[in-house]
């Protein structure tokens, strides 16, 4: 069975009402970008059973090195670069996540390539645009490509062959808030990441207490091909790496 099919059939009717009976309305018609989000994300939701798992992430190192890194390349380099590349060596290292269901939903299709989807807020709605081959880009190239796109989307969309063929995505708050989300499955993909506002924690070093650059970690995985231990596992190897920033620049 598909694993999308059978499950619209038994949903009752949206509900009709004259919103207008109660005070004044304005109708604002829903662009293309929103109306396709909203089909492929009902779907998504309704097609996948999954689970969303938390952690943090110290980036206390990493925001120095970045800070540096920016400085001597002498362009913008934002954690998201650096997500980008440790997501690259969890999939690595947990090849389950780098993978797909086929349509019959039967057979797991591992991928050995590595393109990473980052998802971009528009005027017109929400976009994901795949950067491909990350494990053979550096975290400065990563950046400038994820700043291009990313500004090629809020002016004018991308074609659909941008959008198409990435392994992992990642939903990226930090520039505006919030301690954690549950970010939906971007389907075929398995499992997406959502980071949210680093905060400063204050956290125990033998008897002193230290302050430490938190980066929060949202994990929705798809409980048909991941399990809990091994989301928590991924989760867990991708805070380490962040917290070795060094170690992404191979």
Known sequence: ????????????????????????????????????????????????????????????????????????????????AFIVKA???????????????????????????????????????????????????GVVELAGEIGAVSSRARQKGLPMGDMVGGCMTVSSLGNIGGTAFSPIINAPEVAILGVTKAQWKPLRDGDAIDWRLMLPLSLTYDHRVINGADAARFAVFVADVLSRPESLMK
């Open 87 to 137: 997501l690259v060596e969890a999939l690595r290292q947990f090849p389950r996540f780098n993978a797909s269901l086929d349509a019959s939903g039967q057979s797991l299709i591992v991928k050995k390539y590595f393109h990473i989807g980052v998802a971009v807020d528009t005027p017109s709605g929400l976009l994901v645009a795949v950067i491909r081959d990350c494990d053979k880009k």
């Open 1 to 80: 069975m598909s694993p999308s099919s059978g499950l619209y059939g038994d949903l009752p009717p949206w509900p009709e009402v004259d919103f207008a009976a109660f005070g004044e309305t304005e109708t604002v018609p829903l662009s293309r970008i929103q109306k396709l989000t909203a089909g492929y994300l009902s779907r998504n939701w309704l097609a996948i059973p999954q689970v969303t798992h938390h952690d943090e992430a110290d980036i206390t190192s990493l925001d120095a090195f970045r800070a540096r890194l920016a400085e001597d390349a002498g362009a913008r380099v934002t954690p998201l």
